[in-house]
């Protein structure tokens, strides 16, 4: 069993940057695809971006691409989302989440096995 837990959200302005973390326990996650996924209200989960369990590959939605990063230390089991250059239309629960068959950069939520608890941005325009 993964438990996942997510830190970093928060209320920042347009334009601005937050670094989010999602670190893992009950097992190490260094052969697991990981996901970032986001919610707004009244939308339904979207894939945000996606990270091989080595970490050389990554894949990100279009709306993010270019201005967020994902990446991984596996030595911390950790996982990390830098949101730079953000958008009120970025403002959502962000979950991240391990594929424990570690496919490459899915982006469909029901190809993950765990989830964290979320974390909350908010972007004020």
């Known amino acids: 069993q993964v438990q996942l837990v997510e830190s970093g959200g928060g209320l920042v302005q347009a334009g601005g940057s937050l670094r989010l973390s999602c670190v893992g326990s009950g097992r190490t996650l260094d052969r697991y695809g990981m996901g970032w996924f986001r919610q707004a209200p009244g939308k339904e989960r979207e894939f945000v971006a996606a990270i091989t369990w080595s970490g050389g590959s990554t894949g990100y939605a279009t709306s993010v691409k270019g201005r967020f990063t994902i990446s991984r230390d596996n030595a911390k089991n950790t996982v990390y989302l830098q949101m730079d250059s953000l958008k009120p239309e970025d403002t959502a629960v962000y979950y991240c989440?391990?594929?424990?068959?570690?496919?490459?950069?899915?982006?469909?939520?029901?190809?993950?096995?765990?989830w964290g608890q979320g974390t909350q941005v908010t972007v004020s325009s």
């Open positions: 989440a391990a594929d424990r068959n570690s496919r490459d950069l899915s982006q469909f939520s029901s190809e993950y096995d765990y």
